[in-house]
């Protein structure tokens, strides 16, 4: 391999270099951070049983999402992404913040969640059959031609 470099020109070296590093950096992981949690000092301010929604927004900031019932809690969600070269792009890290509050808007309590404490929801995908089988886009055209009917027209009987 030596005696192969060492015979191309110099601009051919430059080339051949430059395109090592460029495959060596393709295989680098990628990392992109997603949404936020406070701090364990921020969330050792929120007192459980005094606290309630507005000062919790004061101390640590606006929720990320809230619940799917009305005033059912705050949620903090932070994820870790990893990309690396043409692999499908993997979770590494999550991390959930769950505050919970009574019917008078004061904090209940607060839970930690991390991806080890999760399991993954498998999501049922459902498709909608088509009536349209071995037909191509012509045929259906010039096939609608005998089905028109002026009187299915809005507005067209007055």
Do not use: W
Request: charged share 20%; hydrophobic share 40%; net charge positive.
């Amino acid at each position: 391999m030596l005696k192969v470099v060492n015979r191309l020109k110099p601009a051919s070296r430059t080339l051949v270099f430059a395109a090592c590093l460029v495959a060596a950096g393709a295989c680098t992981p990628i990392f992109k951070n997603h949404g936020y949690v406070p701090p364990a000092d921020q969330l050792a301010e929120i007192k459980v049983g005094v606290d309630n929604r507005e000062s919790v927004v004061e101390t640590i900031g606006a929720p990320t999402s809230t619940g799917v019932v009305r005033d059912s809690g705050f949620y903090y969600v932070r994820s870790r992404v990893r990309h690396y070269g043409p692999k499908r792009p993997e979770v590494v890290s999550r991390e959930l913040v769950a505050i919970s509050f009574d019917q008078r808007g004061v904090v209940r309590n607060i839970e930690r969640f991390g991806l080890e404490d999760g399991y993954v929801v498998v999501l049922d995908r459902r498709v909608t059959e088509s009536a349209v089988t071995n037909r191509n886009f012509l045929s259906q055209l010039l096939g609608n031609i005998g089905n028109f009917n002026p009187a299915n027209i809005p507005g067209a009987s007055e």
